[in-house]
């Protein structure tokens, strides 16, 4: 059998909810019916008990009405019309008198039900509402008097509306049933939306977005949320593929020259200061291209933040002279004046060897593009619970227009001027990833020609 849909289980949900409530209304509707029209009917019967007490008059065992014309009012001779009978019995429980349309028919009076109780009961087939009424006299109990009126009226009364309620209930479940489909049709429309908006996206065609509904409803929450993931899932696509072609273009930069210098080696025979000259120059572009691989390794292994971090308690102090003292030959082939400002220890639970390619990538890039005899200064202060550190250069500084590009993959600032300065373009597009990782601020300030501010802050 084939499931329901979406919208069809909407409204049977409904219908079932609706469904309890109507049986709920109805059924209490019957009962109030019934017991209004059994109350009107017990209320009748007391006025006519009161009506008959005072009427009555006891002879010896004789008990019978005062005024004999009473049995000739209308309900105490007919049965059609608003029939009321009454009869008295005496203290020996023999009949006394009876209203003259019971004929030749009688009350029966029941023993097992208590003085002026109301109970239902048959009268020539016909359903009666009785009650039974002690007489007394001076204390003594002399007979009974028992009236009843017929139940007939009021039990077409309850057949009817039981019929009705009970033919409407399907007929009332199935418009719902209707109404409720159609009103689940149009609230699940954004779901169709969505639908087709999905089956039309591809990895080729991912412009495509869902319409937004005019109501400000779960639909549309849902309907944003899935277009800001179209929204990352394109900017994504678009990175790698951006990246790949980046990547696949520097990766092919340093084999072509590789296979060029290699081609002119093999052309003549040369000596062996030229090969030796050429076979150190192939072996620094290898160099280099092993260093891109390790760069683009390094760079999506973290893309999806897939490493386990080891978070532990580190000196940063410790992690900065480490990697400064890496780069003491190039600090020293340029006479940089290195300032490090270490008022004390400081301490911070992160990953070491994240932290560590971090400043690594950072302390590099300021020795790189600094002039000899230049400044580096490394400060590391304490503030407003957090420990901030400031990497300052005085050299060749990042034009203002290039500033908000600087993170990106293979991104050099003037990459023509500077071709002398050997990079891939990388090393601040891992220490942004790292630092996004970590839980790391990150902010750089540059002027052209004066130099550059890298901002850290660790939580």
């Known amino acids: 059998m084939q499931p329901f849909s979406f919208k069809n289980r909407l409204a049977f949900y409904y219908i079932i909810t609706t469904g309890l409530l109507i049986f709920v209304v109805f059924f209490s509707i019957y009962s109030i019916v019934k017991i209004s029209v059994y109350s009107h009917i017990n209320d009748d019967i007391k006025i006519e008990v009161n009506k008959h007490l005072t009427e009555v008059e006891i002879k ?16 105490h001779n007919s049965v059609a019309v ?12 023999n009949l006394a008198e009876k209203s003259p349309n019971l004929k030749i028919y009688t009350l029966i009076f029941n023993q097992n039900i208590g003085d002026n109780e109301f109970f239902d009961t048959k009268l020539v087939s ?34 009817n509306l039981f019929e009705i309620l009970l033919f409407s209930y399907p007929l009332i479940l199935v418009l719902l049933f209707l109404i409720a ?76 020259v590789i296979k060029g210098t290699l081609e002119v080696l093999i052309r003549k025979p040369r000596n062996q200061e030229e090969y030796l000259d050429k076979i150190n120059f192939c072996v620094t572009e290898v160099n280099r291209l092993n260093h891109l691989v390790d760069q683009l390794l390094l760079l999506a292994r973290f893309e999806n933040q897939t490493k386990s971090l080891k978070i532990e308690k580190n000196c940063l102090n410790a992690i900065i002279l480490d990697t400064i003292s890496s780069y003491s ?33 950072l302390i590099s890039n ?50 023509i001027e500077h071709s002398g300065i050997k990079g891939t373009g990388l090393g601040l597009s891992i220490v942004k990833r790292l630092c996004t990782l970590l839980e790391i601020d990150i902010n750089i300030t540059s002027v052209e020609n004066s130099g550059t501010t890298v901002f850290l802050s660790f939580p």
């Not at 087709?196 to 005019?214: A, C, F, M, V, Y």
């Open 181 to 256: 489909r159609l009103i689940a049709g149009r609230s699940i429309r954004p779901i169709n939306s969505i639908i087709e908006t999905s089956n039309i996206i591809t990895r080729d065609n991912l412009k495509s977005r869902i319409p937004l509904p005019q109501n400000r409803d779960e639909l549309y929450t849902l309907s944003e949320t899935i277009n800001n993931l179209l929204d990352r899932i394109e900017n994504t696509i678009e990175r790698e593929k951006q990246f790949t072609s980046d990547a696949s273009h520097e990766l092919r930069t340093p084999l072509t």
């Open 126 to 159: 016909k359903s009666i509402r009785q009650i039974q009424v002690p007489i007394y006299q001076n204390s003594v109990k002399k007979g009974y008097l028992l009236v009843a009126m017929s139940l007939e009226d009021a039990k077409m009364v309850l057949h």
């Open 60 to 75: 010896g065992n004789h008990i019978g009405l005062i005024h004999n014309d009473e049995w000739r009012e209308r309900e």
């Open 329 to 361: 030959s190039a600090i020293q082939s340029k006479n940089i004046k290195l300032i490090a400002e270490f008022v004390k220890d400081y301490y911070i639970e992160n990953d070491a060897y994240l932290l560590s390619i971090i400043f690594n990538n």
């Open 82 to 93: 608003n029939p009321v009978f009454v009869q008295f019995y005496d203290s020996k429980g």
């Open 366 to 415: 300021a020795i790189k593009y600094s002039n000899e005899n230049a400044n580096l200064t490394i400060v590391i202060t304490d503030e407003n619970n957090k420990i901030e550190c400031q990497i300052i250069d005085s050299g060749r500084g990042i034009p203002a227009e290039d500033l908000q590009k600087i993170f990106n993959q293979f991104y050099r600032s003037k990459a």
